[in-house]
């Protein structure tokens, strides 16, 4: 009977657990927004619903700006979409925004999030969507940054491309030419015969234009 009443108690006022104290942690690199390589089909289709701590090579906290999508090890960066709470805020419900082409919001999940004084800890939910979506840390942020202008900054295209591609962009002109050439080759008679003093008289025809008798103005 006992056992009967305390399990109905713990179904309807269940135990509040101290996220500061009793949390797992996340700290895998590839989870790092600054991770850009493949693969990205990682997923938290798996996570246990639980509270969460980011640290070591993942970060020590989630972004709190939208990631960009393929970050992560994942299709889908997880990222906070809102402020991180102060001490005397407590537990506060907060969403996360999971990225997409053109959409840093393209999926959502509720979550709650505590301030433990030096560190954050957050209660995460396993995801329920056939893609790959992830929660990320917020390590190498800014090394990404630096790395994606450095790239941008340096971009070279080998020689045999742009040898390459200079003769597709000649070939392109030339042949734009020659129908602009046979364009006017077709009209210009009748353009000529409007105008005077003529030496050829083009000479119309129901099928083209047939250049024909030389004629003198007088």
């Known amino acids: 009977m006992f056992q009967i009443l305390w399990s109905i108690t713990n179904v309807l006022f269940p135990l509040q657990v101290d996220g500061c104290t009793n949390y797992s942690v996340l700290d895998e690199a590839d989870r790092a927004q600054g991770n850009v390589l493949q693969s990205h089909w990682r997923s938290d289709n798996e996570l246990v619903t639980g509270w969460y701590r980011f640290q070591g090579a993942a970060g020590d906290r989630m972004p709190d700006k939208c990631v960009l999508r393929f970050r992560c090890g994942t299709t889908h960066p997880g990222w906070l979409n809102g402020t991180h709470p102060t001490i005397a805020d407590g537990v506060v419900t907060r969403t996360v925004c999971f990225s997409g082409m053109a959409d840093c919001c393209l999926r959502r999940n509720i979550i709650k999030v505590k301030n433990c004084s030096s ?51 000649t070939e392109k002109n030339k042949f734009k030419k020659n129908k602009q050439m046979e364009k006017n080759n077709h009209l210009g008679c ?29």
């Open 119 to 169: 560190y954050y800890v957050y209660e995460l939910q396993r995801s329920t969507w056939r893609d790959p979506v992830r929660y990320c840390g917020n390590a190498g942020a800014g090394k990404l940054i630096q790395d994606e202008l450095h790239n941008k900054r340096n971009l070279r295209v080998p020689n045999s491309y742009m040898i390459f591609f200079s003769y597709l962009i």
């Open 190 to 218: 009748k353009r000529q015969a409007c105008r005077q003093p003529l030496t050829k008289r083009c000479v119309g025809t129901a099928k083209g234009v047939i250049v024909s008798e030389k004629t003198t103005v007088g």
